[in-house]
T-cell receptor, first 113, second 115 residues
């Protein structure tokens, strides 16, 4: 069974503080993604990576940085957290080939106060 | 433009009825389409996908979906529905941008099946 593990599972951060969300996959997948889900809405892509040491901007990258130090690990960094970044964040991974299933982590609920 | 539309934010039906969740897409090339399900408090799980071939694809949990190129739709179906099918369902399109594939999600349809 493919596994994507996120930490922490929930976090309360103060406005202006730095937040790091971590993701680890044991699937040997090339691609990793960070999505954001706001209450009642779909998922929006923040950053993604198709190889270690390289990241790409998704649809809503402003206010976020990403880091992929190895194939297994992918972090999302909020340098200056803002109230508008309160959301649930999902990490995911997939193989390189098109049309393959994307596997999601359990999500991190981030509340910025 | 690459986009997915799920026009029904909420669908409610009784157990035993047939369910059909609507999804339409916009994509200039041959689409790769997916359905994912999210149970309350949980992450997204893959249900099924259409890549090519037969217009009707079968997935897990008794679901199937029909791809219709004529009206750019990929509706999810199941009969009969069970109370355990209550969840949020997301249709997704695999778009291609800058040499990389990425999933584009619709807003989702929250399905409530009453027993």
């Amino acid at each position: 069974e493919a596994a994507v593990t996120q930490s922490p599972r929930s976090k309360v951060a103060v406005t202006g503080g730095k937040v790091t969300l971590s993701c680890h996959q044991t699937n040997n997948h090339d691609y990793m993604y960070w999505y954001r889900q706001d209450t009642g809405h779909g998922l929006r892509l923040i950053h993604y990576s198709y190889v270690a040491d390289s990241t790409e901007k998704g649809d809503i990258p402003d206010g976020y940085k990403a880091s992929r130090p190895s194939q297994e690990n992918f972090s999302l960094i909020l340098e200056l957290a803002s109230l508008s970044q309160t959301a649930v964040y999902f990490c995911a991974s997939s193989y390189r080939e098109r049309g393959t299933e994307v596997f999601f982590g359990k999500g991190t609920r981030l509340t910025v106060v | 433009a690459q986009s997915v539309d799920q026009p029904d934010a909420h669908v409610t039906l009784y157990e035993g009825a047939s369910l059909e969740l609507r999804c339409s897409y916009s994509y200039s090339a041959a689409p790769y389409l997916f359905w994912y399900v999210q149970y309350p408090g949980q992450s997204l799980q893959f249900l099924l996908k259409y890549i090519t071939g037969d217009a009707v694809v079968k997935g897990t949990k008794g679901f199937e979906a029909e791809f219709r190129k004529s009206n750019s739709s990929f509706n999810l179906k199941k009969s009969p529905a069970h109370w355990s099918d209550s969840a949020k369902y997301f249709c997704a399109l695999e778009g291609y941008q800058g040499g990389s594939a990425k999933l584009i999600f619709g807003e989702g349809t929250k399905l409530t099946v009453s027993s």
